[in-house]
Protein backbone atom coordinates (compact mmCIF):
# COMPACT_ATOMS: atom_id res chain seq x y z
CA UNK A 1 0.00 0.00 0.00
CA UNK A 2 1.54 3.30 -0.77
CA UNK A 3 -0.40 5.54 1.70
CA UNK A 4 -2.48 3.59 4.34
CA UNK A 5 -5.50 5.30 5.38
CA UNK A 6 -4.98 4.52 9.19
CA UNK A 7 -2.29 5.95 11.43
CA UNK A 8 0.56 3.16 11.17
CA UNK A 9 3.09 5.05 8.32
CA UNK A 10 5.41 1.81 8.90
CA UNK A 11 3.12 0.17 6.69
CA UNK A 12 3.28 2.47 3.68
CA UNK A 13 5.58 2.07 0.87
CA UNK A 14 6.88 5.44 1.05
CA UNK A 15 7.90 5.37 4.70
CA UNK A 16 10.09 1.97 3.93
CA UNK A 17 11.32 3.72 0.72
CA UNK A 18 12.88 6.24 2.69
CA UNK A 19 14.27 3.85 5.07
CA UNK A 20 16.02 1.99 2.34
CA UNK A 21 16.80 5.56 0.48
CA UNK A 22 18.58 6.36 3.89
CA UNK A 23 21.06 3.29 3.94
CA UNK A 24 21.78 3.75 0.02
CA UNK A 25 22.48 7.35 1.07
CA UNK A 26 25.31 6.16 3.73
CA UNK A 27 26.46 2.51 0.78
CA UNK A 28 26.33 3.65 -2.30
CA UNK A 29 26.77 -0.06 -4.36
CA UNK A 30 25.84 -2.26 -1.56
CA UNK A 31 24.94 -6.18 -2.14
CA UNK A 32 20.90 -6.52 -2.29
CA UNK A 33 20.76 -8.87 0.80
CA UNK A 34 23.33 -6.65 2.57
CA UNK A 35 21.27 -3.89 2.08
CA UNK A 36 18.36 -5.68 3.43
CA UNK A 37 20.40 -6.84 6.53
CA UNK A 38 21.03 -2.68 7.42
CA UNK A 39 17.46 -2.19 6.66
CA UNK A 40 16.28 -4.92 8.70
CA UNK A 41 18.33 -3.78 11.52
CA UNK A 42 16.76 -0.39 11.61
CA UNK A 43 13.43 -1.30 11.39
CA UNK A 44 11.53 -4.64 11.28
CA UNK A 45 10.74 -4.59 7.32
CA UNK A 46 9.67 -7.90 6.28
CA UNK A 47 11.34 -8.67 2.93
CA UNK A 48 8.52 -8.60 1.30
CA UNK A 49 7.88 -5.17 1.95
CA UNK A 50 11.34 -4.57 1.33
CA UNK A 51 11.74 -5.87 -2.01
CA UNK A 52 7.52 -3.63 -2.97
CA UNK A 53 9.59 -0.68 -1.50
CA UNK A 54 12.79 -1.18 -3.75
CA UNK A 55 10.31 -1.94 -6.64
CA UNK A 56 9.02 1.43 -6.55
CA UNK A 57 12.15 3.02 -6.27
CA UNK A 58 12.86 1.40 -9.31
CA UNK A 59 10.21 2.56 -11.06
CA UNK A 60 10.66 5.91 -9.76
CA UNK A 61 13.99 6.09 -11.08
CA UNK A 62 15.73 6.37 -7.80
CA UNK A 63 17.57 3.55 -7.42
CA UNK A 64 18.84 0.75 -9.51
CA UNK A 65 19.44 -2.89 -9.43
CA UNK A 66 22.47 -4.35 -11.57
CA UNK A 67 22.99 -7.95 -12.95
CA UNK A 68 25.78 -8.85 -10.13
CA UNK A 69 23.16 -8.08 -7.14
CA UNK A 70 24.66 -4.49 -6.16
CA UNK A 71 21.67 -1.60 -5.21
CA UNK A 72 23.20 1.90 -6.11
CA UNK A 73 21.17 5.35 -6.20
CA UNK A 74 20.46 6.47 -10.05
Known amino acids: ML ?3 DINPELSI ?3 GSIILDQLFN ?3 IELISLY ?3 KAKS ?3 FFTFILSLDWLF ?3 I ?3 NESGEV ?3
Do not use: G, Q, R
Open 14 to 16: YYN
Open 44 to 46: NMS
Open 27 to 29: KNN
Open 63 to 65: AFV
Open 3 to 5: LPK
Open 72 to 74: SLC
Open 37 to 39: SDV
Open 59 to 61: LSD
